[in-house]
C-alpha cells in the first residue's frame, strides 16, 4: 500500500499548529454549559406549528400489549416488527401531531437526508416503495415514515400531542403503568422507549438572547406563517426582511442557500466551518437501483453499512462522498492490521486525512469569489472532529450581494444579542429576524435525561440505580430490575452515520424479545451477571478516542472541546459485528434474559 501523499502545501506539523490554533479561537470554559434548551421561556420553541388541531380527548386508562414511546422511525419500526410477530394492541405515543419524529419536526427550506435515500429509508423491500431522488426530500421522509406506519396498522392505537411523563413498574400486575401529560395513566405489559437522540433543541446561552424583539425560532419549529413559502423555498415574507442565521452545521447548510435566495439581506453568524464537501442529487429510476431484484434495498443497505463502519466489500454500491472517505480508511487499515503498526497507521491515516481536508479548503477557494470570506469558510480540523456535510449551493451563497458572512471565531461565537440585532466585536447588525440553526441536545432521551422517571421492581429509580457503576445494560437494550423494558438508541448499543438502519435492526431485536416473552410466558429481564458481562466487553474492547478527540476543534463529538467522545459507550467494534452478535445471540442465547412470572415457571 502506498501512504497518500501529504500536499505539499504544509507540512504536517505546520497543519497540526494552525489546528490547534483555530482549535483554540473557539473553546469555550464552560464547554456544554454554554448552552440552554429551548423550553418553555421561548414559549415559541415549545409550540408544535405543525400541529393539525384534533380537539381535547378523554385520558385513557385501560390495557395495551407494547407501549412505544416516539413515533420517529425507530418507533414505528419497532411498532410495525412488534406487529409482525403478531401481537396486536400496540400504542406508539409521541409528542408530535403525526408521526414522523425528526422529519415530523425539521420542516426547515431545504431539509434532505444527505444520506442516500435508498439506504436511509428504511422498509423498501416490504413497501415496495423506491425513492425518487439520491438524495431525499424531508418530505419524501416523513410521507414514509407514515407510509410504514399505516401499512403496519399503527394509527388504531396511537396517540399524539401526548408525551410520557412516567413509567412505573406494577409489581402486582407485572406491567408497566404508563403516565402522559395529558391525564393517561395506562398499562402495557411492554415497554419499548425509541425517543431517539437528537429531539431536544438547544439554544445559545448568548447573553440578551431573551431581549430580541424581532422575530425568532429555532429550525426544527420553522414559522412559515412568518416567513411564506415551503420548504422548497418561496418565501415572500422575507423579501424586506434583515435575517440573521447562527449555525452552519448540516442544518444551516441546507437552509442557508435557500435563505440567500429569499431574504432582503442574510447575515450568516459562523464559529466553525463545516467540510462542505459534493453532493451530486439527482433523480432515480428503479432501474438505476436495480430496485427489480427480490432483497434490493436489503442487500444495497448492508453494502453500505460495511463501508461507512471501514469493512471491507467487493462493491460500493451507493459510491458517493460518505462511502469515497470511508473507503479511504477501509484502504490503509486491512494492511496495517495485517502488521499490526498502530504508528504507521496513524500517521497514514493523519496524511490521508490532510490531503481529504486540502482537498476540501481548495473547493473553497474554487467557489467563493471574495478572498477574505474564502479564507474564513475553510475549515481548519481533521476531518472526522466534525460531523461532515455536502451541498453544491452553499458556497455560491456567499457570492451574492444579499449575503454577508460573520466570523464570530476571534470572540468564541456571537457576545450579545439587543432588542435589534447581534453584536460581535465592534459591530451590531440590525435584524428583523434570527434563526437559530444550533442543533440539539445529543444523546439524551428522555430516560436518560431524567425528564422522564423510570421506577422499576421495588420503586428504584432508573437513574438511581446507575448512579454509582454508570449505566448497566444487557446490549444497550435490557436493565435487571427494569423487566420488559426496552431501550433503543446508541447506548451500549451499536451507531452508525446511517441511523434508520441501526433502528431497524434494533426493532428486530426489540420484536424477537418481545416474542420470546409471550411464547414462555415470561418476563424480559437479564441477570445482575448477564449485565458485568456486557460492561466487559465494552470495557476491553474500547477504542482510545480519547486523543484524538482531544486536539479536536470543539462540538458536540467531544463535548465541546473537554476532549473526551461525548454520549454513551457503543459496541467497540462496529455495527457489522454487533448485528452478527446479535443474530447468533438470538439463535442460541435468548432464553438466558426470560425469567419466570410470579407463581408460574418457564
Ligand atoms: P449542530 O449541532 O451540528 O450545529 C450547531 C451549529 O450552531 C454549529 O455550527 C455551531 O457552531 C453553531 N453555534 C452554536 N452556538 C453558537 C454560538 N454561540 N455562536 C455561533 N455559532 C454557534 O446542529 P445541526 O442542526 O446542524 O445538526 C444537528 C444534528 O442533525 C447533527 O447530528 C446533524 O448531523 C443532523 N442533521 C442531519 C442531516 C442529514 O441530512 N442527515 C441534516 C441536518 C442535520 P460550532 O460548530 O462552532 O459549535
New binding site residues.
Given amino acids: 500500500m502506498t501512504t497518500p501523499q501529504v500536499p505539499a502545501l504544509h507540512g504536517l506539523a505546520e497543519l497540526r499548529q494552525r489546528y490547534r490554533l483555530e482549535r483554540e479561537r473557539?473553546v469555550r470554559p464552560e464547554g456544554v454549559g454554554?448552552?440552554r434548551d429551548a423550553d418553555a421561556e421561548f414559549g415559541y420553541y415549545a409550540a408544535d406549528p405543525y400541529k393539525v388541531e384534533t380537539g381535547e380527548r378523554d385520558p385513557l386508562h385501560d390495557t395495551v400489549d407494547v407501549a412505544v414511546i416516539g413515533g420517529g422511525f425507530g418507533g414505528i419500526l419497532a411498532g410495525a416488527h412488534v406487529r409482525r410477530q403478531g401481537v396486536e394492541r400496540v400504542r406508539i405515543v409521541e409528542k408530535g401531531g403525526d408521526f414522523g419524529g425528526t422529519w415530523y419536526w425539521?420542516r426547515y427550506p431545504g431539509v434532505?437526508?444527505?444520506?442516500e435515500s435508498h439506504v436511509y429509508l428504511p422498509m423498501l423491500d416490504e413497501t415496495g416503495y423506491v425513492p425518487e431522488w439520491k438524495y431525499a426530500p424531508g418530505d419524501e421522509i416523513r410521507r414514509h415514515a407514515v407510509r410504514i406506519a399505516r401499512k403496519s396498522g399503527l394509527y388504531a392505537d396511537a396517540l399524539f400531542s401526548t408525551a410520557v411523563t412516567a413509567l412505573t413498574w406494577d409489581e402486582a400486575g407485572e406491567t408497566w403503568i404508563v403516565a402522559t401529560d395529558r391525564g393517561d395513566t395506562f398499562r402495557a405489559t411492554y415497554v419499548i422507549n425509541a425517543t431517539g437522540t437528537?429531539t431536544d433543541p438547544k439554544l445559545?446561552g448568548?447573553p440578551g438572547i431573551e431581549d430580541f424583539k424581532g422575530h425568532t425560532f429555532h429550525?426544527s419549529r420553522w414559522d412559515y406563517s412568518y416567513t411564506g413559502g415551503t420548504p422548497e423555498g418561496g418565501m415572500t415574507g422575507l423579501a424586506d426582511k434583515r435575517v440573521g442565521i447562527?449555525?452552519?452545521?448540516?442544518?444551516?447548510v441546507?437552509v442557508i442557500p435557500m435563505l440567500a435566495e429569499d431574504a432582503a439581506h442574510l447575515y450568516v453568524?459562523?464559529?466553525?466551518p463545516?467540510t462542505v464537501d459534493v453532493r451530486a442529487n439527482r433523480r432515480t429510476t428503479a432501474q438505476d437501483v436495480g430496485a427489480d431484484r427480490e432483497g434490493w434495498a436489503r442487500r444495497r443497505r448492508a453494502n453500505y453499512l460495511r463501508i461507512v463502519s471501514g469493512e471491507h466489500a467487493d462493491e460500493d454500491l451507493v459510491a458517493d462522498r460518505w462511502t469515497a472517505s470511508a473507503g479511504l480508511l477501509e484502504k490503509l487499515l486491512p494492511s496495517f492490521r495485517r502488521q499490526g503498526d498502530r504508528r504507521a497507521f496513524e500517521a497514514a491515516y493523519e496524511a490521508a486525512d490532510a490531503a481529504k481536508m486540502d482537498e476540501l479548503r481548495a473547493r473553497v477557494e474554487q467557489t467563493v469569489t471574495d478572498p477574505e470570506t474564502a479564507q474564513k469558510l475553510k475549515p481548519w480540523y481533521r476531518y472526522a472532529c466534525?460531523?461532515p456535510t455536502f451541498s453544491d449551493l452553499y458556497y455560491s451563497a456567499f457570492n451574492r450581494d444579499n449575503v454577508t458572512l460573520v466570523d464570530?471565531a476571534d470572540t468564541h461565537?456571537?457576545e450579545r444579542i439587543t432588542e435589534h440585532g447581534v453584536t460581535v466585536g465592534a459591530t451590531t447588525y440590525g435584524l428583523d429576524c434570527l434563526i437559530f440553526?444550533?442543533?440539539?441536545n445529543?444523546g439524551t432521551s428522555g430516560i436518560h435525561s431524567g425528564k422522564l422517571p423510570v421506577h422499576g421492581r421495588g420503586g428504584v429509580r432508573l437513574l438511581d440505580r446507575w448512579a454509582q457503576r454508570g449505566p448497566r445494560t444487557l446490549h444497550g437494550f435490557t436493565s435487571n430490575g427494569f423487566p420488559n423494558l426496552i431501550q433503543m438508541g446508541s447506548l451500549q448499543n451499536a451507531s452508525s452515520v446511517n441511523f434508520t438502519h441501526i433502528l431497524d435492526e434494533q426493532a428486530l431485536h426489540a420484536a424477537a424479545l418481545v416474542a420470546a416473552a409471550e411464547a414462555e410466558g415470561a418476563l424480559i429481564e437479564p441477570s445482575p451477571e448477564t449485565e458485568d458481562a456486557w460492561t466487559a466487553v465494552l470495557a476491553e474492547g474500547a477504542p482510545d478516542h480519547e486523543r484524538f478527540h482531544a486536539e479536536c476543534t470543539?462540538?458536540?463529538y467531544n463535548r465541546e472541546g473537554r476532549g473526551r467522545p461525548n454520549g454513551p459507550t457503543a459496541y467497540p467494534h462496529g455495527a457489522v459485528a454487533f448485528h452478527e452478535l446479535l443474530e447468533r445471540w438470538r439463535d442460541e442465547s435468548m432464553g438466558d434474559v426470560l425469567q419466570a412470572r410470579t407463581g408460574r415457571r418457564l
Fill in positions: 473557539r454554554q448552552y425539521n434532505h437526508c444527505d444520506i437528537l445559545p448568548i429550525t447562527v449555525g452552519t452545521g448540516a442544518t444551516g441546507q453568524f459562523q464559529r466553525t463545516s466534525k460531523r464570530t461565537g456571537i440553526a444550533t442543533g440539539f445529543v470543539p462540538g458536540y
